[in-house]
């Protein structure tokens, strides 16, 4: 048994929170503390930090209360998925890029190795469908029939008859990318198979599944709201952070946020927050995230996941 199994979130954040500074410069950043109280205060400037939608929120929220503490410090935060995020990091172009995936799968190895990963919480994914779709179980070979045009009509998978609509996200979406790796395992969509729509953000993607009769995309756990579209289960499994954490779902990844390794204070007193009680022991469920270290199972840069 880990030494962490049996101990509560805040104990875990309490006992490491006096590590944070030297951990956040290994790239693996600490937890809350006097640290992140001291370094803020005598930090300014402007963090720039763009990339994955899905934890967007999340980020914002916790901007907004680092800001309230230190207003000499401004989160800029801006989106465009994870491809983008890791571009802009490694172009000196942001200073946090955000990324659902491991930059050596977006970028080039020697690329990658100039970047500092911290890894901040995990996230979950999942199908979701247009409310109208009558059907809540696929198996994962439906998911990937239908991902990559082979299935075409709902009644194929137990539904009432009808197109199925398929919503992308753009390539360089790192939710793309995770969603693709646990569900089509290698393979590809052939060059005659055209969704509906690519969009550029998960924002898009609720949009446009409410919009459209016989929709299906995926999202993040963070997005989920059955007012506007229906979760479905895969392989009979509910969508939970429960499951996520146990191995039984999955379709998830780990939120990273990239740095360049010299980065400046104001940027690491921002990620020594983003690991700080005020984040994880409240925000980052709230947001509809899982904290990293509540996972019994990890996830390595080839997708091989192993038990804690």
């Given at each position: 048994?880990?030494?962490?199994?049996?101990?509560?979130?805040?104990?875990?954040?309490?006992?490491?929170?006096?590590?944070?500074?030297?951990?956040?410069?290994?790239?693996l950043?600490?937890c809350?503390?006097?640290?992140a109280?001291?370094?803020?205060?005598?930090?300014?400037?402007?963090?720039?930090?763009?990339?994955?939608?899905?934890?967007?929120?999340?980020?914002?929220?916790?901007?907004?209360?680092?800001e309230?503490?230190?207003?000499?410090?401004?989160?800029?935060?801006?989106?465009?998925?994870?491809?983008?995020?890791?571009?802009?990091?490694?172009?000196?172009?942001?200073?946090?890029?955000?990324?659902?995936?491991?930059?050596?799968?977006?970028?080039?190895?020697?690329?990658?190795?100039?970047?500092?990963?911290h890894?901040?919480?995990v996230?979950?994914?999942?199908?979701?469908v247009?409310?109208?779709?009558d059907?809540?179980?696929?198996?994962?070979?439906?998911?990937?029939?239908?991902?990559?045009?082979?299935?075409?009509?709902w009644?194929?998978?137990?539904?009432?008859?009808?197109?199925?609509?398929?919503?992308?996200?753009?390539?360089?979406?790192?939710?793309?990318?995770?969603?693709?790796?646990?569900?089509?395992a290698?393979?590809?969509?052939?060059?005659?198979?055209?969704?509906?729509?690519?969009?550029?953000?998960?924002?898009?993607?609720v949009?446009?599944?409410?919009?459209?009769?016989?929709?299906?995309?995926?999202?993040?756990?963070?997005?989920?709201?059955?007012?506007?579209?229906?979760?479905?289960?895969?392989?009979?499994?509910?969508?939970?952070?429960?499951n996520?954490?146990?191995?039984?779902?999955?379709?998830?990844?780990?939120?990273?946020?990239?740095?360049?390794?010299?980065?400046?204070?104001?940027?690491?007193?921002?990620?020594?927050f983003m690991?700080?009680?005020?984040?994880?022991?409240?925000?980052?469920?709230?947001?509809g995230?899982?904290?990293?270290?509540?996972?019994?199972?990890?996830?390595?840069?080839?997708?091989?996941?192993?038990s804690?």
């Amino acid at each position: 048994m880990s030494k962490f199994d049996s101990m509560s979130r805040r104990q875990f954040l309490g006992a490491f929170g006096a590590a944070t500074v030297a951990m956040a410069g290994l790239g693996l950043v600490g937890c809350g503390g006097n640290s992140a109280s001291d370094a803020a205060a005598s930090v300014s400037g402007t963090v720039n930090c763009s990339g994955a939608t899905s934890f967007q929120t999340l980020v914002e929220s916790a901007a907004h209360k680092f800001e309230d503490k230190y207003p000499d410090v401004t989160i800029a935060i801006t989106g465009g998925g994870s491809g983008q995020g890791l571009s802009d990091v490694k172009d000196g172009k942001a200073q946090i890029g955000r990324s659902d995936v491991f930059a050596e799968e977006k970028l080039d190895a020697a690329d990658a190795a100039k970047l500092e990963d911290h890894t901040v919480c995990v996230v979950g994914m999942g199908p979701v469908v247009n409310s109208n779709v009558d059907v809540d179980d696929l198996t994962t070979e439906q998911l990937k029939g239908i991902f990559t045009g082979a299935i075409t009509d709902w009644s194929e998978v137990g539904g009432t008859a009808g197109k199925i609509q398929v919503i992308e996200r753009k390539a360089g979406s790192g939710t793309r990318a995770t969603f693709e790796a646990a569900v089509l395992a290698g393979d590809k969509a052939p060059e005659s198979f055209a969704p509906v729509a690519e969009e550029d953000s998960s924002g898009t993607v609720v949009e446009k599944i409410q919009q459209t009769e016989g929709a299906i995309s995926y999202l993040a756990f963070s997005y989920y709201d059955d007012t506007k579209f229906r979760a479905l289960k895969v392989d009979g499994v509910e969508p939970t952070a429960e499951n996520v954490c146990s191995g039984k779902f999955n379709i998830w990844a780990y939120e990273h946020m990239y740095t360049a390794k010299d980065a400046d204070d104001a940027t690491k007193a921002f990620l020594d927050f983003m690991m700080s009680d005020d984040v994880q022991g409240s925000l980052v469920e709230e947001e509809g995230f899982i904290p990293a270290f509540d996972m019994k199972v990890a996830k390595d840069a080839k997708g091989n996941v192993s038990s804690k």
